[in-house]
Structure formats: structure tokens, C-alpha cells
Antibody
Framework: EVHLVESGGGLAQPGGSLRLSCAASGFIVSKNYINWVRQAPGKGLEWVSVIYSGGSIYYADSVKGRFTISRDNSKNTVYLQMNSLREEDSALYYC???????????WGQGTLVIVSS | DIQMTQSPSSLSASVGDRVTITCQASQDIYKYLNWYQQKPGKAPKLLIYDASNLEVGAPSRFSGSGSGTDFTFTISSLQPEDIATYYCQQYQNVFTFGPGTKVDIK
């Protein structure tokens, strides 16, 4: 059975950093793509970043230059390094995965990031 | 970047009603359109993928159609457990979500 578990959220100050983790079980992260998707309180879903099985990486314009996605195949885990945090980055961050030719059908339960002074 | 629009933003219908939500992409996304259901405090759940394919385990009252830039999601007979927000999502070019449609019972 596929499971994704996010961790690493918490309280950060504006300008600060956090590193989120998405640990996978039941499938191999390097053979699938992993997305990060966020949802601010009371708002809709916003795609943040993706790492594909071949290693291609893309970011939403809102986080480009501040966030970095990476993958540790030995730990079957994907990370999201978030630097230069802003209050508008406050959200529940989900990781979501799918096969290279399919939709993101597996989602974690999310980790909450609060950016506030 | 591909932009997604959805309408309506919210709707209220009676149990048993047919409910339709539309989604439009800013450019051709072929069949690469998914529909998700999200209930409060829960992660999104995939219902329809590739415009018209019912996800395993999703009730058959949910269906989708369309291709190119215009897509439709339908609940054939609204049930109380369908109260949720529904999102379309394209994955032809990275990923983009629509703004969502909140569905309530009248």
C-alpha cells in the first residue's frame, strides 16, 4: 500500500528557512514524480514544485529562487528546502505522487507551515 | 503557464439533483485533466483522471468529459456525502489547479 508522510513543518520567522520531508512507502520515489502542493487557510490548492523520475525539476513562479526540491533515493524521500520565507508561504503543504504517465493519485496528510514574526 | 478557470465557484443543490461543474484551460491540454474532491481537514481525493476515467473506488455517480480546453464534471445524483470542494487540475504542462467549486446541500 502506498503511503506518503510529510514532516518538517512549524513556525518560522519571515526571512527564515524550513525543510519539509516527504517519506514514501509502497513505491519507489525515483520511478515516479513527486509534487509539493500547498493550501493556505480557507484557500484553494496551489501547485508549488515537482521532481520527475528523470530528475527534471520545476517550480511555481511564486517560489522560484527561494524553494529547492530534491530527492534522496536511498531514503525514498523527497525534500522541499524553503528559504527566504514570507508570510504568504503560510499553508498546509502536501506531497502528492503519480507515475510518469499518470495523475497525482497518492497524497499525504500535509504538514503545516506558519510564517510569522 | 497554463491557467485554469472553474464555474461556478459555489453551488447549492438538493439531494438527488444532477450537478455539473465546468473547467476551462487557457490552452490545449488534450486529455490531461483530473478532478479532485476535498472535504474539510482532508487531503484531496482523485475522482476522475484523464478527463473521463473514473478512479478505482470512486462512486459511479461521478463522471467527467471533455478534451482540449473545455471539460465538465458531473454528479448524476447528489448525495449528502458529496458535500465538498471540487478542483480540476491539468498536468499537460507541470500542474495547475482550478480555483475550486464548493458544493452544498440546499
Amino acid at each position: 500500500e502506498v503511503h506518503l508522510v510529510e514532516s518538517g513543518g512549524g513556525l518560522a520567522q519571515p526571512g527564515g528557512s524550513l525543510r519539509l520531508s516527504c517519506a514514501a512507502s509502497g513505491f519507489i520515489v525515483s520511478k515516479n514524480y513527486i509534487n509539493w502542493v500547498r493550501q493556505a487557510p480557507g484557500k484553494g490548492l496551489e501547485w508549488v514544485s515537482v521532481i520527475y523520475s528523470g530528475g527534471s525539476i520545476y517550480y511555481a513562479d511564486s517560489v522560484k529562487g527561494r524553494f529547492t526540491i530534491s530527492r534522496d533515493n536511498s531514503k525514498n524521500t523527497v525534500y522541499l528546502q524553503m528559504n527566504s520565507l514570507r508570510e504568504e508561504d503560510s499553508a498546509l503543504y502536501y506531497c502528492a505522487s503519480g507515475p510518469s504517465d499518470g495523475p497525482p493519485r497518492y497524497w499525504g496528510q500535509g504538514t503545516l507551515v506558519i510564517v510569522s514574526s | 503557464d497554463i491557467q485554469m478557470t472553474q464555474s461556478p465557484s459555489s453551488l447549492s443543490a438538493s439531494v438527488g439533483d444532477r450537478v455539473t461543474i465546468t473547467c476551462q484551460a487557457s490552452q490545449d491540454i488534450y486529455k490531461y485533466l483530473n478532478w479532485y474532491q476535498q472535504k474539510p481537514g482532508k487531503a484531496p481525493k482523485l475522482l476522475i483522471y484523464d478527463a473521463s476515467n473514473l478512479e478505482v473506488g470512486a462512486p459511479s455517480r461521478f463522471s467527467g468529459s471533455g478534451s482540449g480546453t473545455d471539460f465538465t464534471f458531473t454528479i448524476s445524483s447528489l448525495q449528502p456525502e458529496d458535500i465538498a470542494t471540487y478542483y480540476c487540475q491539468q498536468y499537460q504542462n507541470v500542474f495547475t489547479f482550478g480555483p475550486g467549486t464548493k458544493v452544498d446541500i440546499k
